[in-house]
Antibody
Framework: QVQLVESGGGVVQPGRSLRLSCAAS????????MHWVRQAPGKGLEWVAVISYDGNTKYYADSVKGRFTISRDNSKNTLYLQLNSLRVEDTAVYYC???????????????WGQGTLVTVSS | DIQMTQSPSSLSASVGDRVTITCQASQDISNYLNWYQQKPGKAPKLLIY???NLETGVPSRFSGSGSGTDFIFTISSLQPEDIATYYC?????????FGQGTRLEIK
């Protein structure tokens, strides 16, 4: 069965960095684009970034562009999100999610991980 | 960027009631509209994609309709386990924005 397991969250000071990981299993990871979506405490869902199945194409929300980097290692079935220059407003649960299909265009996310909490606080 | 406006923001209904949530896109998104259910402390779950297609394993009391800019999500007969927050999301282009969510409570 499809499984996505995030890790790497924690408490970090403003301006510092963190790397999140998402370990995938139960499907051919290299066939699917992958997303990161976040949810601030008590708030709604915010899309963060997407990466193509081969890792060659990446897009970011304006709120994280230039600070966050999405990447993947298809040999390890793992998705990453590097979070740099963290701000208090980046505090959220970060979810990885699989695209239902080969392309993110026109396709929903059909499997989500359980999320990892990032808290940015001094 | 396309904005998604969802209403109502909260809703209280009785078991067995028909429940309707609406979602409006700021521009034509064809049928590239998804609906997710999120229970407290859990990840979102895909219920409906392409505006009206039921995801595998999702009960048939859930349905969706619409195209262009206006969409409707319906629970035909509310069950206690349907207590959750529901989100619409477009996937017409990037960024794939979500609506602000509808918190559904049992009366």
């Amino acid at each position: 069965q499809v499984q996505l397991v995030e890790s790497g969250g924690g408490v970090v000071q403003p301006g510092r960095s963190l790397r999140l990981s998402c370990a995938a299993s139960g499907f051919t990871f290299s066939n699917y684009p992958m997303h990161w979506v976040r949810q601030a405490p008590g708030k709604g869902l915010e899309w963060v970034a997407v990466i193509s199945y081969d890792g060659n194409t990446k897009y970011y929300a304006d709120s994280v562009k230039g600070r966050f980097t999405i990447s993947r290692d298809n040999s390890k079935n793992t998705l990453y999100l590097q979070l740099n220059s963290l701000r208090v407003e980046d505090t959220a649960v970060y979810y990885c999610a699989r695209t239902k299909g080969r392309s993110w265009s026109g396709n929903p996310t059909d499997y989500w991980g359980q999320g990892t909490l990032v808290t940015v606080s001094s | 960027d396309i904005q998604m406006t969802q209403s109502p923001s909260s809703l209280s209904a009785s078991v067995g009631d028909r429940v309707t949530i609406t979602c409006q896109a700021s521009q034509d998104i064809s049928n590239y509209l998804n609906w997710y259910q999120q229970k407290p402390g859990k990840a979102p779950k895909l219920l409906i994609y392409d505006a009206s297609n039921l995801e595998t394993g999702v009960p048939s009391r859930f349905s969706g309709s619409g195209s262009g800019t206006d969409f409707i999500f319906t629970i035909s007969s509310l069950q206690p386990e349907d207590i959750a927050t529901y989100y619409c999301q477009h996937c017409d282009n990037l960024p794939p924005a979500f609506g602000q969510g509808t918190r559904l409570e049992i009366k």
